[in-house]
C-alpha cells in the first residue's frame, strides 16, 4: 500500500467525519427551532436521518477497509513506521467518530 493511498484514505475518512459532524449540526439547528408539542424531528425530517445513517455507514466502511489494507501492508513488511503512524491516526479518527452524539434510532 503506497502511503499516498493511505492518505487519500484518511482524508476521506476526516471528510466523513466533517459530514457527520455538520449532519449533527444540522440536526441540533432544526431541534432548537422546533416548536414545542411537534414531532421529533427526525419523524419530520426522514431525509436528514437518512443521510446521518449514510454518513455513519460511509465512515464505518472506509474505516473497515482502512484497518484491512494496513493490515495487510504490516503482513507484506516487518517494521513500517508509517503504517503505525497511519494505525494511530486511523484509531484517532475512529475515537472522535465515536464520541459524536449520533442518534441511537434513525
Given at each position: 500500500?503506497?502511503?499516498a493511498l493511505?492518505?487519500?484514505?484518511?482524508?476521506?475518512?476526516?471528510?466523513?467525519?466533517?459530514?457527520?459532524?455538520?449532519?449533527?449540526?444540522?440536526?441540533?439547528?432544526?431541534?432548537?427551532?422546533?416548536?414545542?408539542?411537534?414531532?421529533?424531528?427526525?419523524?419530520?425530517?426522514?431525509?436528514?436521518?437518512?443521510?446521518?445513517?449514510?454518513?455513519?455507514?460511509?465512515?464505518?466502511?472506509?474505516?473497515?477497509?482502512?484497518?484491512?489494507?494496513?493490515?495487510?501492508?504490516?503482513?507484506?513488511?516487518?517494521?513500517?513506521?508509517?503504517?503505525?503512524?497511519?494505525?494511530?491516526?486511523?484509531?484517532?479518527?475512529?475515537?472522535?467518530?465515536?464520541?459524536?452524539?449520533?442518534?441511537?434510532?434513525?
Amino acid at each position: 500500500m503506497s502511503n499516498a493511498l493511505e492518505i487519500k484514505q484518511l482524508r476521506a475518512l476526516g471528510d466523513s467525519l466533517k459530514g457527520a459532524r455538520t449532519l449533527l449540526a444540522w440536526l441540533d439547528l432544526k431541534e432548537s427551532e422546533r416548536r414545542s408539542g411537534d414531532p421529533p424531528i427526525l419523524i419530520m425530517d426522514t431525509q436528514l436521518a437518512w443521510d446521518i445513517w449514510n454518513e455513519q455507514s460511509r465512515f464505518m466502511s472506509l474505516a473497515a477497509e482502512f484497518h484491512d489494507a494496513l493490515n495487510d501492508a504490516a503482513t507484506a513488511v516487518a517494521s513500517n513506521p508509517d503504517i503505525e503512524a497511519h494505525r494511530r491516526e486511523l484509531l484517532k479518527l475512529e475515537a472522535q467518530f465515536q464520541s459524536l452524539a449520533l442518534p441511537k434510532t434513525l
